[in-house]
């Protein structure tokens, strides 16, 4: 495999684990509908999502580091 190809599955990696953990984010509206919700509670989620997917992220890069650069 190529390095270009393990650069590109590794980034569609991380995206995916950031997206994945954002709309986990969401079932914080079933949890606690009161304070997430999309009418009042919309910056509360925000934040919620926003740190779900980073968590995600971050998940991810520890189990999968970034592929080394060959010269």
């Known amino acids: 495999m190529n390095k270009v190809t393990n650069w590109r599955m ?4 991380l995206v995916g684990a950031a997206v994945g953990g954002a709309a986990n984010g969401v079932t914080a509206i079933g949890l606690d509908p009161q ?9 509360a989620l925000g934040k919620f999502v926003a740190v779900s997917g980073i968590v995600s ?14 010269p």
């Open 10 to 13: 590794w980034a569609r990696g």
């Open 35 to 43: 304070t997430f919700n999309f009418a009042e509670g919309l910056p």
């Open 57 to 70: 992220a971050a998940l991810y890069l520890k189990t999968h580091p970034a592929p080394e650069l060959e």
